[in-house]
């Protein structure tokens, strides 16, 4: 079955950095898209990036664009989103999914969610 | 940058439908997906490609996409619906969530 384990939360002072990790495992990871969303405490789903199978394609939110560097390693099944710059406003949990970005445009498999707490 | 919007909440009775509705420029022109959250839990898809049904949910739930508004609709809603749900549109290769809807079933 497909699982997707995040990992690499914390808390951070701002201006700090964080990179987060996503362990994925039950599908061939090389195969697909993968994408961060992330959720602020009482709020609802902000996209932040996405990367494509090989990682030739990339996109960024405007809010995390020039910041935030989304990555993956195919033979290690695993995406990461390393985090600089961080902002109060950044404290979210944050989610990684398997997307389809090249149909559709859908998320079919979330992890648990990593929480990422910026206060100094 | 593109928006979607939904109804903060929508209430329904056990048993009747249940509609929200997701509204933006063009919407029917874009693949729509829609996604059910409960407190303390991950998303979890329930509608993709406007109107299919990920493997495992259930046929009460349905939608459909025209000129500006996806419509999720859930029929012969149950307690088990009770949730927050978010639609999300992909527009010139960037991810839209709407600000979610929270279903009460009372």
């Known amino acids: 079955q497909v699982q997707l384990v995040e990992s690499g939360g914390g808390l951070v002072k701002p201006g700090g950095s964080l990179r987060l990790s996503c362990a994925a495992s039950g599908f061939t990871f090389s195969d697909y898209y993968m994408t961060w969303i992330r959720q602020a405490p009482g709020k609802g789903l902000e996209w932040v990036s996405y990367i494509s199978r090989s990682g030739s394609t990339i996109y960024y939110a405007d809010s995390v664009k020039g910041r935030f560097t989304i990555s993956r390693d195919n033979a290690k099944n695993s995406l990461y989103l390393q985090m600089n710059s961080l902002r109060a406003e950044d404290t979210a949990v944050y989610y990684c999914a398997r997307f389809l970005g090249d149909s559709s445009g859908y998320s079919d498999y979330w992890g648990q969610g990593t929480l990422v707490t910026v206060s100094s | 940058s593109y928006d979607l919007t939904q109804p903060p909440s929508v209430s329904v009775s056990p048993g009747q439908t249940a509609s929200i509705t997701c509204s933006g420029d063009k919407l029917g022109a874009k693949y729509t997906c829609w996604y059910q959250q409960k407190p303390g839990h991950s998303p979890v898809l329930v509608i993709y490609?406007?109107?299919r049904r990920p493997s495992g949910i259930p046929e009460r739930f349905s939608g459909s996409n025209s000129e500006n508004t996806a419509t999720l609709t859930i029929s012969g809603t149950q307690a088990m619906d009770e949730a927050d749900y978010y639609c999300?549109?992909?527009?010139?290769?960037?991810?839209?969530f709407g600000g979610g809807s929270k279903l009460t079933v009372l």
């Open positions: 490609q406007d109107n």
């Open positions: 999300q549109a992909w527009d010139s290769g960037t991810v839209v």
